[in-house]
């Protein structure tokens, strides 16, 4: 596992270096979504991941987002799907300004398709 010195959650908020508990290896891809605190909500916000997997991402943070638990909904295209905050890079660091998100659905992967076409094209 690496480490990640910019990651804010729960007690390792104080600490210099936060060790990095993924399941997965994420894919670089650059990803349009819509988010929001909440589903019911009319303003969703656009951005961008940086990095995706079946499992999470990393995105732009965006309005609304501030604090590790919250719960969010991300929309790619007709699909959404409902993540909670693990991470919030702290200012100052080179992940200032994004946040990492766990699915709480995991059998709902609304990039499901730019996963596939990056796993056929790595063949």
């Known amino acids: 596992m690496s480490e990640n010195p910019v990651l804010t959650?729960?007690?390792?908020?104080?600490?210099?270096?936060?060790?990095?508990?993924r399941q997965e290896q994420r894919l670089h891809i650059a990803v349009p979504?819509?988010?929001?605190?909440?589903?019911?909500a009319t303003d969703w916000h656009s951005c961008?991941?940086?990095e995706i997997s079946l499992?999470?991402?990393?995105?732009?943070?965006?309005p609304g987002i501030s604090k590790v638990g919250q719960v969010i909904w991300i929309q790619r295209q007709n699909r959404r799907a409902k993540y909670k905050v693990i991470w919030i890079g702290q200012a100052g660091t080179s992940q200032a300004g994004q946040v990492g998100?766990?699915?709480m659905e995991?059998?709902?992967?609304?990039?499901?398709?730019?996963?596939k076409v990056r796993i056929k094209s790595a063949r």
């Open 101 to 103: 998100v766990e699915s």
């Open 106 to 115: 995991p059998g709902n992967v609304i990039w499901e398709n730019e996963i």
């Open 55 to 62: 499992l999470g991402a990393r995105l732009n943070a965006l």
């Open 48 to 50: 961008c991941t940086y």
């Open 33 to 40: 979504v819509k988010v929001s605190p909440d589903i019911r």
């Open 9 to 21: 959650s729960g007690s390792a908020a104080k600490s210099a270096v936060a060790v990095d508990t």
